[in-house]
């Protein structure tokens, strides 16, 4: 009867195979890291890159969004003023519900029981 | 206490340890990429860049080389994970070099070893390679391989008992 192989059999039958595969490629250590830490800091130039101009778009689009706003405000109110302060006439807006007389009625219609008769310019 | 030469993102890894672990490191890459040296280096300076950022963050609850090694594994798995078909070019070109390197080598037996490896499940050749090749222990294989304990073990028998068959001819053993 066979004795079943045991671990350090298989791993000496392993061993050259994985060696063999593995042979005198391996870069050196310091190339690959080398790379690594170009590969790193491209990244956080890039992160950094990206950053300041997603934070320059959200600016400007925060802007975008509020200067017409502002400036709608601000024009209405310089407008309104405007428009007071040259305007050399005004109405009240109720104005159009009165009647257009064409004479005064406090002057020319007398209260009933008063005298019509005038005294230096008065009525008596 | 932080070694001088620790990383400003990992404090608990250094370069120095790094750097011993640099060979043994490459070979698991190479075992994760079907054997293509530039496609291992890429996913070792990958690996060096996790650490670097800090992304993969070391924090002493495994040994480094466990925790190196799972690194690997995880950006190989992420990386072919949707690359199915660049992963069988991989494998064919795995299995043809395996023929150039047998054919440089009037060595039979590796492969006949290569045969008995490449035959095995792909989880039961993660844990031969990691027990038998980067000596790990079952728990560390297990680690980096991301099974627990118990499925590990049962990896390792089952690939073990396979390779003891495979490779019994390779191994004149006594009689009793």
């Given at each position: ?124 | ?33 079907g ?54 070019l991989i494998?064919s070109y795995a299995?043809e ?80």
């Amino acid at each position: 009867m066979e004795d079943e192989m045991n671990e350090e059999d298989i791993q000496e039958s392993l061993s050259p195979a994985f060696e063999d595969a593995h042979t005198g490629n391996t870069p050196a250590f310091d190339k690959v890291w080398a790379n690594a830490e170009a590969a790193y800091s491209r990244s956080q130039r890039r992160y950094r890159v990206v950053g300041s101009v997603a934070a320059a778009i959200a600016v400007v689009g925060i802007v975008a969004v509020l200067w017409p706003a502002q400036q709608e405000e601000f024009s209405d109110d310089f407008f309104i003023a405007d428009a007071l302060m040259n305007s050399t006439s005004w109405s009240a807006p109720s104005d159009s519900l009165m009647p257009e007389h064409q004479f005064d009625i406090y002057q020319e219609i007398p209260f009933p029981g008063v005298s019509t008769d005038r005294k230096e310019g008065s009525l008596l | 206490m932080r070694d001088y030469d620790a990383l400003d993102n990992n404090p608990h890894v250094s370069k120095t340890a790094l750097e011993a672990l640099h060979g043994q490191l490459f070979g698991w890459a190479l075992s994760r990429c079907g054997y293509d040296d530039a496609t291992a280096e890429d996913l070792m300076q990958q690996a060096y860049v996790e650490l670097l950022s800090g992304r993969a963050r070391f924090d002493n609850r495994s040994t480094l080389k466990t925790f190196v090694f799972g690194v690997v594994q995880n950006l190989a798995r992420s990386r072919f994970r949707r690359q199915n078909t660049r992963l069988r070019l991989i494998d064919s070109y795995a299995s043809e070099q395996v023929e150039t390197t047998e054919d440089e080598h009037d060595h039979g037996n590796l492969k006949v070893v290569w045969e008995a490896v490449e035959s095995l499940p792909q989880r039961q050749r993660d844990i031969t390679e990691l027990v038998f090749i980067s000596d790990m222990t079952i728990e560390e294989a297990s680690q980096v391989m991301g099974v627990s304990l118990g499925t590990g073990r049962v990896h390792y028998d089952r690939a073990k008992k396979s390779l003891a068959e495979k490779l019994a001819n390779l191994h004149p053993t006594e009689s009793m």
